[in-house]
């Protein structure tokens, strides 16, 4: 089979001192502080160095953090040395890449980088060790995959949609903190409004109210919509 086309990096500046960093449909996201700069995901890694585009514009140490272990999060991992992620994420993570050193970040974890800070919130439910990171000062909330436009793959070990509903309802029950969620998937900039569309659409899946139609790509599982949210499941699982 030829070898897919890939685009290379494209770095598009997300405000201040951050950028995010496209890779083929997933995006990492790179953030500055004063003294150490934040890498959220590392990609596909299949368009070569990302460190090499990290390092064009940032001259920061970057922390590596992951919203969770798919691989489309975590390509370029090797590149960075120990990255941090939730433990609920080790045993999937080594699974694919024996012995790749990283560290635990738990709930309620702080990454201060020197004038901006991000918090760990433990977000179950796309994955056993999903997380979100809230930027209280810039009221912004960084949510990976589990609040999105682009539909949720929710089938698979470890997966659950009653998990992601319990995860959005927390969510919820913090949206005084934040105005706007960043997506690792579709459009990047995702209205908070989307997560209240979720636990509605996750209700009526959960309920046997929404029918299942064939997803665009061969996939064992279908895609679910209903109002302006869509996950991609498997009938054995709902
Ligand atoms: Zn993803």
């Known amino acids: 089979m030829p070898e897919m086309e890939r685009k290379p990096y ?15 449909g997933v995006r990492a996201l790179l953030f500055e502080g004063e003294k150490t700069a934040l890498l959220v995901d590392t990609g596909f890694g299949a368009g070569g160095s990302l460190k090499a585009v990290t390092e064009q514009l940032t001259d920061r140490p ?8 798919d691989p489309d999060h975590t390509g370029c991992n ?16 080594h699974a694919r890449k024996p012995g790749m050193p ?6 309620g974890d702080v990454i201060d980088l020197g004038g901006r800070s991000f918090e760990v919130i433990h977000i179950p439910g796309h994955t056993p060790g999903s997380i979100a990171l809230l930027d209280r000062a810039n ?21 659950s949609l009653l998990a992601h509903r319990e995860s959005m309802r927390k969510l919820l ?40 139609k064939e997803p665009p790509m061969p996939i064992p599982a279908k895609e ?10 498997s009938a054995t699982q709902l």
């Open 10 to 24: 494209e770095t598009v500046p997300a405000g201040g001192k951050a950028w995010s960093i496209e890779d083929n």
């Open 139 to 159: 009221r912004l909330l960084l949510a990976g995959d589990s609040v999105s436009r682009a539909p949720i793959f929710m089938f698979g070990e470890g997966r």
């Open 173 to 212: 029950g913090m949206e005084d903190a934040f105005d706007i969620c960043w997506a690792a998937h579709g459009p990047m900039e995702v209205e908070k409004e989307q997560i209240r569309r979720l636990i509605e659409a996750a209700g009526m899946i959960i309920d046997g109210k929404v029918e299942g």
């Open 224 to 233: 679910y919509a209903w109002s302006g949210a869509a996950f991609f499941c």
């Open 62 to 69: 970057v922390t590596v953090v992951n919203t969770h272990a």
């Open 78 to 93: 090797a590149e960075f040395g120990t990255v941090l992620m939730h433990p609920a994420e080790f045993s999937a993570y």
């Open 102 to 107: 990283v560290a635990p970040l738990w709930e």
